[in-house]
C-alpha cells in the first residue's frame, strides 16, 4: 500500500548522564512566521504535544529524547482543512478511517468536519487523536447538520418546527460540538432564522449554507458567524436581491435557476456594503473554489487516471457518480452557466479578501463529492486561492490562523511558538515563494509525535 506512513524515530544516544528535559527537539529549522512572513533559524522543543521552549539555532543544543536534525527545511504549523466532511454510511467508515491518516500524510494537522452522518465514530476518532492512540488530524465537528424533513444529507436533524429545533439543538449540546451547521435542502427559512438566533444563544457558532427563501442581510442580523460556499454571497452581491428572494418563496425559481439571475444582477455597490457588514460582524466565508472548480469541469476532465482514486473502495467511488451524471447530463447552456459562475467566484472571493473579510481555506472533501480527495484537495484549495490573486503567505493565513480564530482556539494554533500545539509541518522548500512548496513534506508533527514519510 501506498503512503504509509512510517514512524521514523531519530533517537541519538545521548551521552549526557542526566535525563533529557524535552520529548523532542527540533533543531537548525528555518520557521516562518505566518502573521509577518519573517524566517528564523530555530531549534524548536516539545513535551508531549506542546512546543515549551524555542531558541536561537545558534544557541548550545539541549538534551531530548529524540533530536531530528532539519537544517534545510522551512517549519510551517499543520495545515488546517476548514471544510471536509467525514460520511457515506457505516459501509464508508473504512474509507472515512482512511482519510485520518491519509490527511496527516498531506500535512494536514486539523479539520473542521462540516456534517456528516458518522458522528459516534467522528467523536470516537476525536478522542482517540487527542490522547495520541490514532493518527489523525485534530477534528473539530459539527455532527449532523440541521435541515427539514426529507433532507439531501443521511444523518441531518429534520426541524421542521421550533420544538423540534430546541431538540436538535439539545441534541448537538450533548454531542459537545464544536460547531452548528445549517444546511438548506428543505429548512423553512424562518426556522433557519430562528437556529441561529437559538445558537447563538447558546453559546455556538453557526455557519451554513442558506435557505434561498432568506436574504443573506436577514441572516447576518439573525447572527450567522460563517458563510460556507459562495452562492450566498453572490445572492447578497445582486441588487435584485430581494425581488429574487421572493419569486423563490412563491416557488417561481428553483437555485440554479436563480444563478444566471443573480449573476446578472450583481452590483458593486451592494457588494461593497454587504462586504463592509461580513467584515464589522466578523463573519468568515469558506470560498471553496478546487471544489468549484472541479465540479465545473467534470463534463470536460477526464478524472480516471487520478492516483488518489486506486487508495478508494468501489462503494466509495460509486458516491462520486451522482454528481458526474448530473454533469453530463445537463444542457449545455448550464455547464456554461456552470463555468461562468466558477470564474466569478474567483472574482468573488478576491474582493471579499481585499475587502478585509476573513476567508478560511476548505476543501468539502468527503463522500458524494466527486474527485476531491481528502488531503490533496486542501493544497488545491490553497493554489486556488493564490491563482484568484492572494498572496501565499495570505492563503496560509485562510487555512492555519483563521481556521482556529473561528473556532476560538487560537491561542493553541497558528504559530510555531512556546505554548501552541506541536502540529508541525517541515516542508523541503519555501511555501512563500510557491504556495505548491506546500506538498514538498518531509515530516509531520502531529501532537507532539514526529512522523516521517518514507
Ligand atoms: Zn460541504
Known amino acids: 500500500m501506498k503512503n504509509i506512513l512510517v514512524y521514523l524515530s531519530i533517537i541519538f544516544v545521548l551521552s549526557c548522564a542526566q535525563e533529557p528535559n524535552y520529548d523532542l527537539s527540533i533543531l537548525d529549522v528555518k ?13 524548536i522543543y516539545i513535551n508531549q504535544d506542546r512546543i515549551v521552549l524555542i531558541q536561537n539555532a545558534d544557541s548550545k543544543d539541549l538534551a531530548a529524547k529524540e533530536t531530528v536534525d532539519a537544517k534545510g527545511a522551512y517549519a510551517i504549523p499543520g495545515l488546517w482543512d476548514n471544510h471536509i466532511h467525514f460520511r457515506g454510511g457505516e459501509s464508508l ?19 473542521r468536519d462540516a456534517g456528516g452522518d458518522l458522528t459516534s465514530s467522528v467523536k470516537k476518532w476525536q478522542l482517540e487523536v487527542s490522547k495520541n492512540e490514532r493518527i489523525g488530524p485534530t477534528i473539530f465537528t459539527s455532527g449532523p447538520k440541521i435541515d427539514g424533513k426529507n433532507p439531501t444529507w443521511q444523518g441531518s436533524l429534520e426541524v421542521e418546527s ?38 447563538t444563544a447558546r453559546g455556538f457558532k453557526s455557519s ?11 441572516a447576518l442580523d439573525a447572527g450567522m458567524n460563517g458563510v460556507e460556499h459562495l452562492y450566498y454571497i453572490l445572492k447578497g452581491s445582486s441588487k435584485d436581491e430581494l425581488e429574487i428572494t421572493k419569486q423563490f418563496q412563491q416557488g417561481a425559481l428553483g437555485f440554479w435557476q436563480a ?45 480516471s487516471n487520478d492516483e488518489y482514486l486506486n487508495s478508494l473502495s468501489p462503494g466509495f467511488k460509486k458516491t462520486y457518480e451522482r454528481r458526474i451524471k448530473s454533469a453530463l447530463n445537463s444542457s449545455p447552456e448550464t455547464r ?8 466569478l467566484f474567483g472574482t468573488l472571493a478576491l474582493k471579499l479578501h481585499e475587502s478585509g473579510v476573513k476567508l478560511m481555506a476548505g476543501s468539502d472533501a468527503g463522500a458524494y463529492n466527486s474527485y476531491v480527495y481528502p488531503g490533496p484537495s486542501l493544497h488545491k484549495e490553497l493554489e486556488s486561492l493564490v491563482a484568484v490573486g492572494l498572496s501565499p503567505l495570505e492563503a496560509l493565513k485562510t487555512s492555519l490562523i483563521n481556521g482556529p480564530k473561528w473556532l476560538g482556539v487560537e491561542e493553541n494554533y497558528g504559530a510555531i511558538a512556546k505554548g501552541k500545539k506541536a502540529d508541525i509541518l517541515l516542508l523541503k522548500m519555501n511555501p512563500l515563494i510557491n504556495i505548491t512548496n506546500t506538498t514538498s513534506i518531509q515530516a509531520v508533527i502531529k501532537n507532539g509525535r514526529y512522523l516521517k514519510k518514507n
Open 259 to 303: 444563478m444566471p439571475l443573480l449573476i446578472n444582477s450583481y452590483d458593486e455597490a451592494t457588494a461593497q456594503s454587504l462586504f463592509n457588514k461580513l467584515k464589522q460582524q466578523e463573519v468568515f466565508v469558506i470560498p471553496t473554489l478546487h471544489i468549484g472548480n472541479t465540479l465545473s469541469y467534470l463534463d470536460e476532465i477526464d478524472h
Open 93 to 111: 467508515l473504512k474509507d472515512n478511517e482512511m482519510f485520518l491518516e491519509r490527511l496527516i500524510d498531506y500535512g494536514i494537522t486539523s479539520v
Open 336 to 343: 456554461a452557466n456552470r463555468k461562468n459562475l466558477d470564474a
Open 162 to 199: 421550533e420544538d423540534e429545533l430546541d431538540q436538535a439543538l439539545d441534541s448537538l449540546e450533548q454531542l459537545e460540538v464544536d460547531f452548528i451547521k445549517l444546511y438548506d435542502s428543505k429548512l423553512n427559512g424562518n426556522l433557519f432564522l430562528s437556529a441561529l438566533k437559538k445558537s
Open 31 to 43: 520557521r516562518i512566521d505566518i502573521e509577518t512572513a519573517q524566517i528564523e533559524n530555530v531549534d
Open 208 to 218: 451554513g449554507h442558506m435557505p434561498f427563501s432568506v436574504s443573506l442581510n436577514q
